[in-house]
Nanobody
Framework: QVQLVESGGGLVQAGGSLRLSCAVS????????MGWFRQAPGKGREFVAT????????WYADSVKGRFTISRDNAKNTVYLQMNSLKPEDTAVYYC??????????????????WGQGTQVTVSS
């Protein structure tokens, strides 16, 4: 069973940067595609970014393309989300997800195992 633990959120001014991390339990991390979702207050969960098992392919939501970068370290069972040029509309709880099917998280809100607690990102104007 995959367990996901997000960290790295915080309060930052518009234009600033944050790096989120997601530690994944289990020995089969490298077999999973990974993704990030976010959920703003009063809104549904939305796709942010995804990366395939090797890290060689990525995909982003249009709203974050060019500002966010997803990466992974299979030796550390960790996926990252580097967020630059942050905007107030990026304020949300950010969740990571694991999936056996590459890029499915781009069209489906899904994760292997249970969702983590998420990490809060707040961007002030």
């Amino acid at each position: 069973q995959v367990q996901l633990v997000e960290s790295g959120g915080g309060l930052v001014q518009a234009g600033g940067s944050l790096r989120l991390s997601c530690a994944v339990s289990g020995r089969t991390f490298s077999s999973y595609a990974m993704g990030w979702f976010r959920q703003a207050p009063g809104k549904g969960r939305e796709f942010v970014a995804t990366i395939n098992w090797s890290g060689g392919s990525t995909w982003y939501a249009d709203s974050v393309k060019g500002r966010f970068t997803i990466s992974r370290d299979n030796a550390k069972n960790t996926v990252y989300l580097q967020m630059n040029s942050l905007k107030p509309e990026d304020t949300a709880v950010y969740y990571c997800a694991a999936d056996k099917v590459p890029f499915r998280v781009a069209v489906t809100i899904i994760t292997e195992g249970s969702w983590g607690q998420g990490t809060q990102v707040t961007v002030s104007s």
